[in-house]
């Protein structure tokens, strides 16, 4: 068991006051005065549905200007690997720079105390060894020495049974005697050496520093001449934004309700959005992670000198070479070729500019020319509140007006205001027994509504609220929102009938096709002292056609959903009929046993039944014959199990008069199955001339007939149907 003890006191070693102060004015002569740095406020936000957002900053530089944008480490990583920085005067960008930061685990390297992050007190004992401490609180006072070792006894308790670990200090004094000491919580260890001292102080501080969050400060070198704008857009992980809707009816019906969009955003990136301009894109762009911030070290192979003989320096001859005409370059592409060299030897944090025109992600845009951005559909924004765009898989809601939200704040943004067809029903389902009003709605609008939460109001009050899945510009869709307990369905009788219509063999292959018609009632009720229109989802059979009147109202990808108006305190019947087609293919084989199946086809013909009779009584004599094998086979087996026993009697018994018997025994079995050998072989072939004579018969066999024949009707009371 090991115990965390508090036992070492820290000396801080600290330079004298006066030291300190020359050493300040020393560096104030010879530090050159920074350059401002300009914060660049942020100028456009679009957030995405997979929690990420695209950010833009904006502003003026003027002549060399260093910007800086501030960033917690979290973000840092997806801002290394989407920045764009964009100098729309001409300029160019002569670096982008950050504080760097080294994992703990590379930093505790760093230390001889040789520690891990999370240590015990052995083992800081441990890293203590061998050097000198003074210890006080033990017995015989203040004892100095160099700390040897720490050990753990298990000592048995003097009033019970059971042990307890107790750890001891060995210290060896300067007169060279040892000292062997209990360590207790009184006990306290101080180092004596002032080196010893700092590193344990500079340990604690890595320590402490992983506990802050602490911001990253990148900062970009704008150079050129004059006053330019500039760009600066990247990606950083932010909460999801949350689409909620309201849908509110007017006390007197008029086949419409108004619809009210809001989105709820999070800012929590550690800047304010003063009056951005907000996008909110419902699609999910494929987005990652890289640790492109953290510094990261690749363990190299160790390679151990050499200590074999070395062998003498020597000269080789020069291989012959043809003559190669040095290529002629044009100027032109040797300046382009320089360019390319010379943008490749620069990283992120020491890119230079290529002046007149940029390809690489950070540089700058055409010299004289408008400021560029990314290219992006939602730069051209129409008219109006909120406008939609839709590009690649997603859709957009961009805000026209500018929105604020200060950093760690919220806030709902309004998307959408307009009044939309919505219709009053009631929903029922066999999926859903209980039956639900619903709104069935028609998106009327030219935005796409985003999923999320609705609440419905109608005269005034609160009615219910449910989900939404994305309705596109045009569709309609049932929106569910409180259960209906005036509307009573009842699933009557479920009736299936299967027929066979046609039946043909031909080349050794039978087909039968078939057809099933199911038939469902229902009644619906309605108890209240209004008319109701009720909406009735019916399950939709697979590879099904209707079959009867009337038709639905809407066909979805699983189910039929009928419209039936019920009056007050009344029933209405609904009746639907569905009819599917089948196909049954049957192969006749002389290796495969069919007879079964086909004394049960010989009954839908009398005609057929004529013509499958030899073909029947072939497979019953192949069928006969394969079992006499098999059963002539098992004994032949059984026979020669008796022989083996026999041979082996026979030898334990050799010279005794008792073999004897074993000699005759064994003489019977090679009798018997040396005829049962013979047997076999005449059994196969007859199986085999009767195999040939049904597949004779099989490929003789031709029938074709269009029938009809009721196959199997069954009856179901107050049961769905089946998919």
């Not at 020495?145 to 210290?171: N, P, V, W």
């Amino acid at each position: 068991m090991r115990r965390v003890l508090a036992v070492v006191c820290l000396l801080s070693s600290t330079l004298p006051l006066a030291a300190q102060s020359a050493a300040t004015k020393a560096q104030s002569k010879t530090a050159p005065t920074p350059s401002v740095v300009k914060d660049l406020p942020v100028h456009k936000v679009v957030l995405y549905k997979n929690g990420v957002g695209y950010f833009e900053h904006e502003g003026t530089v003027s002549g060399n200007q260093k910007v800086g944008i501030d960033f917690t480490s979290s973000q840092l990583n997806d801002v290394l690997q989407s920045l764009t920085v964009l100098d729309g005067g001409g300029g160019r960008i002569g670096g982008v720079n950050y504080n760097s930061t080294t994992p703990l685990a590379e930093q505790l390297k760093s230390l001889s105390l040789g520690m891990t992050d999370d240590p015990t007190s052995t083992e800081l004992f441990q890293a203590l060894r061998g050097q000198r401490v003074e210890v006080t609180g033990g017995p015989g006072g203040v004892i100095a020495g160099r700390l040897m070792s720490i050990e753990s006894r298990s000592e048995k308790s003097a009033t019970s049974d059971t042990t307890t670990d107790k750890f001891y200090l060995t210290l060896v004094a300067a007169s060279g005697a040892v000292r062997v000491i209990e360590l207790t919580p009184a006990l306290s260890v101080r180092p004596l050496e002032a080196s010893l001292q700092g590193q344990i102080d500079r340990y604690l501080q890595l320590l402490s520093s992983t506990h802050s969050n602490g911001l990253r400060h990148l900062t970009m070198d704008a150079v050129g001449q004059g006053q330019r704008d500039l760009r600066v857009s990247y990606i950083s992980e932010v909460p999801v934004w949350k689409s909620t809707y309201r849908l509110v009816f007017p006390r007197t019906p008029n086949g419409s309700a108004t619809m009210q969009g809001w989105a709820v955003v999070d800012n929590t990136v550690g800047a304010d959005w003063d009056n951005v301009q907000l996008s909110l894109v419902a699609g999910a762009p494929q987005s990652f992670i890289q640790p492109l911030s953290q510094p990261l070290y690749v363990r190299r192979p160790e390679i151990p000198i050499a200590t074999t003989e070395q062998t003498a320096p020597q000269t080789h001859e020069a291989a012959e070479m043809e003559a190669v005409p040095s290529p002629q370059v044009a100027p032109q592409a040797m300046t382009k070729l320089a360019l390319r060299s010379r943008s490749m030897s620069f990283g992120v944090a020491g890119m230079e500019g290529l002046g007149g025109s940029s390809g690489g992600v950070i540089g700058s845009a055409a010299s004289g020319g408008s400021l560029g951005g990314v290219d992006r559909v939602s730069d051209a924004m129409q008219q109006g509140d909120v406008s939609t765009n839709a590009f690649d898989d997603f859709f957009e809601y961009a805000l026209t007006q500018p929105v604020t939200i200060h950093k760690n704040e919220s806030a709902m943004v309004p998307i959408l205001q307009q009044d939309l067809p919505a219709e009053h029903v009631t929903l029922w389902s066999a999926k859903e027994k209980s039956p639900l009003r619903a709104v069935w709605l028609e998106n009327k609008s030219n935005l796409t509504l985003d999923a999320g939460s609705f609440s419905i109001f109608e005269s005034g009050e609160f009615a219910g609220e449910g989900l939404l899945d994305p309705i596109h510009p045009g569709e309609k869709r049932l929106l569910s929102y409180a259960a209906d307990q005036a509307v009573r369905v009842h699933q009557g009788a479920f009736i299936s009938t299967r027929k066979l219509h046609h039946i043909a063999i031909h080349e050794g292959v039978l087909v039968q096709s078939t057809s099933e018609v199911t038939e469902s009632t229902y009644t619906v009720t309605n108890a209240a002292s209004e008319a109701r229109t009720v909406i009735l989802e019916h399950p939709r059979k697979q590879n099904a056609t209707l079959d009867s009147e009337p038709k639905p109202a809407e066909t979805t990808a699983t189910a039929y959903r009928f419209r039936l108006a019920v009056p007050p305190h009344q029933s209405v019947d609904l009746h639907v009929g569905e009819r599917s087609a089948g196909q049954e293919t049957i192969t006749l084989n002389p290796n495969d046993d069919r007879t079964a199946y086909l004394i049960g086809v010989t009954k839908y013909s009398p005609e057929l039944a004529e013509k499958l009779k030899p073909v029947i009584a072939a497979e019953v004599a192949l069928s006969d014959l394969n079992r006499k094998i098999n059963e002539l086979q098992a004994r032949e087996k059984a026979l020669s199990d008796d022989e083996a026993r026999d041979r082996e009697n026979l030898t334990a018994l050799k010279g005794n008069d008792a073999g004897k018997r074993f000699v005759e025994e064994l003489n019977r079995a090679e009798d018997e199955l040396q005829a049962a050998h013979k047997e076999q072989a005449s059994l196969e072939k007859e199986r085999d001339a009767a195999r040939a004579k049904l597949e004779s018969l099989i490929g003789q066999l031709a029938f074709d007939s269009d029938l009809d024949i009721v196959l199997a009707s069954d009856q179901f009371g107050n049961r769905r149907p089946r998919n």
